[in-house]
């Protein structure tokens, strides 16, 4: 019947046919697609943003537990009464910014297993008020070695803390895992309803086959383009939130309170103390500034100046440089780019400490940190005359966790590179590396100017 009124209709009407049902096919296939992805991606990003949230309270609630135990021990060696009433202040507030962070993690804890864990820590936390409390009525009558000796028994308590603390964390990134495979399994989906239509419309256009394969080819490309990039964001999300959150963050605490001490203790090294409260604070800009990147899907919308950035690596690099015997030479012109300012200054620092890091014995060391506007783009780049690198380790040198054969006798973590490529890729820049074994290496970056648009804005 339907063959029949398509030949009344003529030639035309039977050779476009077979391109009205895939079309329609198609249509209806991408709506059933499109359902379920804008179902998907907003079930996904309320949970990844409830695990982002989880992973930062629990970080800071296991800084505050630190900080507790640090203010007793800090308690038990005054010996003066005004001394004590001023840490147990610090207690009182160090308290009571714990339970304002419990308060706002207890209706996120909804991951298998997390409820259960976070319900152990608040006991194993509760249990220490009582022991802590008869630690610092010790130290008030200035029995310190009972304080301390009430304070080392709680070690075991501290460190099942620690415990829930990594459990939680582990729950967490089991959560994003899982959200990976979830996309993973909507995408499988999605291709086979796509391979099917594909097959269907070969079928019902055998005379026009090369076309209609063309068209699916096309299509089955750009499906495994945005597959990659899904997996890809989902993996950057697990290593910067979690482990930057967990591994960076959570010692700050620690360190400030430290400075706090020295402070008291040494009054006259003011300019020590100076120092490092700066450097505190860039480092938590730093690790801010890396959350908000991991949180988003683009780079934030934030303009800074490449000749400060550099002028700050300068100046911290500049006593290493000397004493090292290092030739420094900064040459940045200033302008406008599109990244945060502490991010772009982290990723400076971590080029310009490896270029000297890796120096030759049997030259004196040079470093050039060099930057200029060219047409729309901004060229950052940092040059070494040092060991350089093999192509195998030039091409994987972004990895994350990577370190070189002939690294290993030098200290680092293998995550500066890879924090320096996701800064500059995160702000909608790119990076490169030329290296060559025994003549130096050259990092060269490429940064959006702030009065251009993004590359990718129209796509």
């Known amino acids: ?121 608040q006991r194993e936390v509760a249990g220490l008020d009582a022991p802590l409390e008869h630690a610092l ?95 890809e964001r989902n993996r950057d999300l697990d290593a910067f939130a979690g482990r930057v959150a967990h591994d960076l963050r959570g010692p700050l605490g620690a360190v400030s309170l430290g400075v706090q001490r020295l402070a008291r203790l040494a009054p006259a090294e003011t300019a020590i103390v100076a120092l490092l409260r700066r450097t505190l604070a860039r480092m938590d800009a730093i690790v801010g500034g890396l959350l908000a990147l991991s949180r988003s899907e683009s780079a934030p919308d934030a303009v800074c100046d490449p000749a400060v950035a550099a002028a700050d690596v300068t100046e911290d690099l500049a006593p290493r440089a000397q004493e090292e015997h290092v030739a420094l030479r900064v040459e940045v012109e200033p302008a406008r780019v599109r990244c945060l300012e502490p991010l772009l200054r982290q990723a400076l620092f971590n080029l310009a400490d490896n270029a000297m890091k890796y120096r030759r014995a049997d030259i004196p060391a040079a470093v050039e940190i060099e930057g200029r506007a060219l047409d729309d783009t901004y060229e950052l780049s940092v040059r070494d005359n040092g060991t350089g690198m093999s192509p195998e380790d030039a091409r994987r040198a972004f990895d994350p966790f990577f370190r070189a054969q002939r690294a290993q006798n030098h200290p680092g973590t293998g995550l500066g590179l890879s924090i320096v490529k996701r800064v500059i890729e995160g702000s909608g820049g790119t990076i490169t590396v030329d290296s060559h074994l025994g003549r130096g290496t050259t990092f060269r970056t490429r940064l959006l100017l702030a009065d251009e648009a993004p590359s990718h804005a129209a796509s």
């Open 1 to 121: 019947m339907l063959k029949g009124a398509l030949h009344r209709l003529g030639p035309l009407a039977l050779f476009f046919a077979p391109f009205v049902v895939i079309a329609g096919l198609f249509a209806a296939s991408d709506a059933v697609n499109m359902h379920q992805l804008t179902a998907t991606r907003e079930e996904n990003l309320l949970l990844v943003r409830n695990m982002l949230a989880s992973v930062e309270l629990v970080t800071r609630m296991s800084r505050e537990i630190d900080r507790t135990r640090l203010l007793v021990d800090a308690h038990i060696f005054e010996k003066g009464t005004v001394e004590m009433a001023g840490i147990e202040q610090q207690l009182a507030s160090t308290g009571s910014d714990f339970a304002t962070d419990r308060r706002e993690y207890d209706p996120i804890a909804t991951l298998p297993g997390e409820a259960a864990t976070w319900q152990k820590l």
């Open 137 to 231: 009525a010790l130290s008030r009558r200035n029995r310190d070695a009972e304080a301390r000796q009430a304070l080392l028994m709680l070690e075991p308590s501290f460190s099942a803390i620690d415990e829930d603390v990594t459990g939680l964390v582990s729950i967490n990134r089991a959560g994003a895992e899982a959200t990976v495979e979830r996309v993973r399994a909507l995408q499988h989906l999605s291709s086979t309803r796509t391979r099917t239509l594909g097959l269907l419309g070969i079928a019902l256009s055998l005379g026009i086959g090369a076309v209609t394969t063309g068209l699916l080819r096309q299509r089955q490309a750009r499906i495994e383009r945005s597959s990659a990039i899904l997996e």
